[in-house]
């Protein structure tokens, strides 16, 4: 196939996309709204899957320097109560097919792998639409281009869904408070201890914190509630301390080392709401142009988003170097990418909320985990 791709959106689901294509000699170019690849935080650890996104990372052809970047120790697990209590701690002994790496890092992995000029920074949407021959893009300068074949690879709040479909994210009701706590073994012993060498989950009813352990002695926390919006925002979050300590007053009488993550934070702490699609959101087949990640089929966060992501990148970039017709190989990764994650879209998450935010929180947990351990 000679027809270059146009790839909206540098994540990691465009980047591998666009590197398999590269693989393949079929010419891509991506456009990005962030200003450079550092322009802002790209967020904490990434566990990766035996069954999809490392299926994505062979089809890239980059696994040795993947293995490179993966974080050892980081698959053990600690499930605590709200008092401090250890339920499970489940150490990392090697043979976990979920190895954790920094996502910046594997970004930065994908980016490298690519020609220079592929990805074409500050270059954000504005409009698209269809025209004779194809879609216009029009930026935020002012600048457009017309072009043939195009790929939205821009997450949630996608400029090129609308061309498929009228879909909207709606929140899910639950949101995350983010934090970051630094050299936690020296100054925050007993709370390095709680999180341990990987990650930490301590649930209870409409609330939770999960932390993981970044490198060396960095502890990333995700503080969950679940809350309306209109109660987040009565929060001040331009002011750090005030915002934290509100967060934390929601999880008095937990232990100390815990609530620890959320008051000594190292960072102002950063509110995440959830949004998603509905479950099993589909769209009738556009000529020209699909989707891929959070853009195709965002959910609440449950541990599948990065690695189908790469997965519908590395699957689409396969069907449009397979050398047929173009229809046809949209038409057969749609399809594929539809049946993947109707599973996850629908009542995987309903079950994984419960578990973790519902009345029996986190005894439901602990049967979750054995359920998926038989």
């Not at 209590?85 to 594997?106: A, N, Q, Y």
């Not at 996608?158 to 498929?164: A, D, G, M, Q, T």
């Not at 989707?291 to 609440?300: K, Q, W």
Request: glycine letters at 12%; hydrophobic letters at 40%.
């Amino acid at each position: 196939m000679n027809t270059p791709v146009t790839i909206v959106g540098a994540g990691l689901g465009g980047l591998t996309l666009a590197r398999v294509l590269h693989l393949h000699g079929v010419p891509a170019v991506v456009y990005e709204a962030e200003t450079s690849p550092t322009a802002r935080s790209q967020g904490g650890m990434l566990d990766i899957h035996d069954y999809n996104g490392q299926l994505a990372i062979e089809a890239a052809d980059l696994m040795p320097g993947f293995r490179d970047l993966v974080l050892d120790g980081r698959q053990a697990m600690r499930i605590l109560s709200p008092d401090g209590s250890v339920l499970l701690s489940k150490p990392d002994d090697g043979t976990g097919g979920r190895p954790e790496v920094l996502r910046s890092e594997l970004r930065q992995l994908l980016l490298d792998s690519l020609p220079p000029g592929t990805v074409r920074w500050g270059h954000k949407i504005r409009d698209a639409r269809p025209v004779d021959g194809g879609y216009s893009l029009t930026f935020t300068s002012g600048t457009s281009v017309v072009i043939g074949l195009l790929v939205g690879a821009d997450g949630a709040w996608s400029r090129i869904r609308p061309l498929l479909c009228d879909a909207a994210p709606e929140y899910v009701g639950i949101a995350s408070v983010e934090t970051y706590l630094f050299n936690a073994d020296t100054r925050y012993p007993a709370t390095a201890r709680a999180v341990g060498g990987g990650s930490m989950l301590v649930s209870g009813k409409g609330q939770g914190i999960f932390a993981h352990r970044e490198r060396g002695d960095t502890l990333h926390t995700y503080v969950e509630l679940s809350r309306p919006l209109e109660w987040f925002a009565a929060i001040d979050f331009t002011d750090p301390m005030a915002a934290a300590a509100r967060i934390a007053a929601e999880f008095d009488g937990w232990a100390p080392e815990l609530t620890t993550l959320i008051t000594a934070g190292d960072t102002a702490p950063v509110l995440r709401p959830h949004y998603a699609l509905s479950a099993g959101q589909q769209w009738k087949r556009v000529t020209g142009v699909t989707l891929v990640g959070d853009a195709a089929h965002l959910t609440a966060p449950n541990g599948e988003g990065a690695n189908l992501a790469m997965l519908d990148g590395a699957e689409l970039g396969r069907a449009l170097a397979s050398g047929g017709d173009i229809e046809e190989a949209l038409a057969s990764y749609e399809d594929a990418m539809f049946a993947r994650c109707a599973e996850i879209a629908a009542g995987k998450d309903a079950v994984l909320l419960e578990s973790l935010f519902g009345d029996n929180a986190p005894d439901n947990v602990m049967q979750l985990l054995n359920e998926q351990n038989h």
